[in-house]
């Protein structure tokens, strides 16, 4: 495999040497972390630069080959490594790092969450489903009044009706127990557009909640910056 691209050094002293007002660490100490750009946030996640590249050029490289956070937080380890000085130690903190972003997103909105409209779904889920490169297929479990009991994760990859079936649905639901359930599940193309299978996989499940006195809600899909509703599409 060849190198990537080089890091560009916007100084060739260490960051040691800079003057403490400038350096990240002291940043944060000093103001907090919320005054830091996002280069110096992801540099403090690097901690190391190499050769006479500092971790501030190594974070400033990676966020201009990327373009942006977002691009670079649904990248894999290897991708990341492409740039120069990036070995695996720094790329795998960088992942976990994203990934702890995502879980403490979602695990704040749930406790005691209220859902009365798609857009509270995805306000709580989107950051944490709308980057995955595989998709995710989870179960919410309400309450009476619609609050979140706590969210299932049924299955991971292409979503059938062999991964999805009603009784790994439902069976949390009527383990906690829950008085209704909205199905979720992520795009990874990006499009947001419910596929045939996902239509005939939710018409499914809705009519499995019938029988079982546990409604489904509606079946929200989460694409990049979009997302779809089943249920005010009409779809359930």
Request: no cysteine; proline share 6%.
């Amino acid at each position: 495999m060849t190198a990537g691209p080089v890091a560009r050094p916007s100084a060739r002293l260490r960051i040691s040497e800079w003057h403490p007002s400038e350096r990240p660490r002291e940043k944060v100490l000093a103001r907090g972390a919320g005054e830091l750009s996002d280069t110096e946030l992801l540099a403090l996640v690097i901690r190391h630069g190499t050769r006479g590249v500092t971790a501030v050029d190594l974070a400033r490289s990676l966020i201009d080959e990327f373009g942006g956070l977002p691009r670079l937080a649904s990248r894999n380890v290897r991708e990341i490594g492409r740039i120069r000085g990036m070995g695996l130690t720094k790329s795998v903190g960088i992942l976990a790092a994203f990934e702890l972003g995502r879980r403490a997103a979602a695990g704040s909105g749930i406790a005691k969450t209220s859902i009365s409209s798609p857009r509270d779904v995805v306000r709580v889920y989107g950051p944490a489903l709308r980057h995955l490169k595989q998709e995710v297929f989870k179960v919410i479990l309400l309450d009476s009044a619609n609050h979140v009991l706590r969210d299932v994760t049924i299955s991971t990859g292409i979503l059938n009706s062999s991964l999805v079936h009603p009784r790994e649905v439902f069976q949390p639901a009527i383990l906690e127990p829950a008085a209704g359930i909205i199905l979720l599940h992520n795009h990874p193309s990006g499009n947001p557009d419910p596929s045939g299978e996902d239509i005939r996989i939710t018409r499914q499940l809705a009519e499995a909640g019938k029988i079982l006195g546990i409604p489904v809600h509606d079946h929200i899909i989460i694409a990049d910056h979009e997302s779809t509703s089943f249920a005010e599409r009409g779809l359930l």
